[in-house]
């Protein structure tokens, strides 16, 4: 598995956005899948910086987001949708026909599933997805024990996620206990995947899915057997490795 080291989160961020970048020069109308989470601020941050420097227009860009907290609705401060239009989707000039999400209000779930996967096929599959890692090695939503072949479902989510997102709500009781994600087996069709770590909490996780055991306890292990997946890491996410 291939992996590159930046200085700090600024740079990991920096690095992914110049490789996001180069792909949408060489394919305009490219298929993005993205992702939510503080690690992606300075990425989404330097994307929209690169993208007004380099003038790449993200107008032919289709993108679909990983997941979505079950419950929450675009207008909710904390859901990824309005995480998204803060951080990026405000920013560029992509399309809102072109945007993609799983809708966390939507009663429907197993529909709204089946027809997320449909779109993303109708629409060629995803050339480029971005990913960050959870403490415990989830991807997306995919907590451990997720199935390699799983495609986009309701998940619950594990007490160390939901500790962790908690910084973004009031309490811990306001974490929602379910979401929507991508499955693995939806990841891993890709053509291309670029997962961004920074900071020391997530070396455990990181080193376990680079050279540990392929093991559905560690889902982004599962990315070792894809043949086009890239790490980029800060100093103190890659302090573990060995
Ligand atoms: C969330 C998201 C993941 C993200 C992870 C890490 O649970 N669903 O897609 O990768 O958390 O988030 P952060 O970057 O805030 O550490």
């Given at each position: 598995m291939k992996f590159?080291?930046a200085?700090?989160?600024?740079?990991?961020?920096?690095?992914?956005?110049?490789?996001v970048?180069?792909?949408i020069?060489?394919?305009?109308?490219?298929?993005?899948?993205?992702a939510?989470?503080?690690?992606m601020i300075?990425?989404?941050?330097?994307?929209?910086?690169?993208?007004?420097?380099?003038?790449i227009s993200?107008?032919?860009?289709?993108?679909?987001?990983?997941?979505?907290?079950?419950?929450?609705?675009?207008?909710?401060?904390?859901?990824?949708?309005?995480?998204?239009?803060?951080?990026?989707?405000?920013?560029?000039?992509?399309?809102?026909?072109?945007?993609?999400?799983?809708?966390?209000?939507?009663k429907?779930?197993?529909?709204?599933?089946?027809?997320y996967?449909?779109?993303i096929?109708?629409?060629g599959?995803?050339d480029?997805?971005?990913?960050?890692?959870?403490?415990?090695?989830?991807?997306?939503?995919?907590?451990?024990?997720?199935?390699?072949?799983?495609?986009?479902?309701?998940?619950?989510?594990?007490d160390?996620?939901?500790?962790?997102?908690?910084r973004?709500?009031n309490?811990?009781?306001?974490?929602?206990?379910?979401?929507i994600?991508?499955?693995l087996?939806?990841?891993?069709?890709?053509?291309?995947?670029?997962?961004?770590?920074?900071?020391?909490?997530?070396?455990?996780?990181?080193?376990?899915?680079?050279?540990?055991?392929?093991?559905?306890?560690?889902?982004?292990?599962?990315?070792?057997?894809?043949?086009?997946?890239?790490?980029?890491?800060?100093?103190?996410?890659?302090?573990?490795?060995?």
């Amino acid at each position: 598995m291939k992996f590159i080291i930046a200085e700090d989160s600024r740079k990991v961020g920096k690095k992914a956005a110049s490789l996001v970048a180069q792909e949408i020069k060489r394919k305009p109308e490219i298929v993005l899948g993205l992702a939510s989470g503080r690690t992606m601020i300075p990425f989404y941050k330097s994307l929209v910086l690169l993208s007004g420097k380099e003038k790449i227009s993200f107008s032919g860009v289709a993108c679909f987001n990983l997941d979505e907290y079950v419950g929450l609705g675009s207008g909710d401060k904390n859901s990824l949708r309005y995480f998204m239009e803060k951080n990026f989707f405000s920013k560029i000039d992509i399309k809102e026909s072109n945007i993609h999400f799983l809708d966390g209000k939507e009663k429907r779930v197993r529909e709204t599933c089946k027809k997320y996967e449909k779109e993303i096929k109708r629409a060629g599959g995803i050339d480029l997805q971005i990913l960050g890692i959870g403490r415990n090695g989830h991807i997306g939503f995919n907590e451990p024990g997720s199935g390699f072949k799983s495609r986009t479902r309701e998940v619950k989510l594990s007490d160390v996620t939901r500790r962790d997102n908690s910084r973004d709500f009031n309490s811990l009781n306001a974490v929602p206990r379910k979401a929507i994600t991508m499955g693995l087996g939806t990841i891993m069709q890709s053509r291309r995947i670029i997962l961004l770590a920074s900071g020391r909490r997530k070396a455990e996780a990181v080193s376990k899915s680079i050279t540990g055991k392929i093991t559905e306890d560690v889902p982004a292990s599962v990315l070792q057997r894809h043949k086009n997946a890239l790490f980029v890491l800060d100093r103190g996410a890659a302090g573990k490795l060995r």
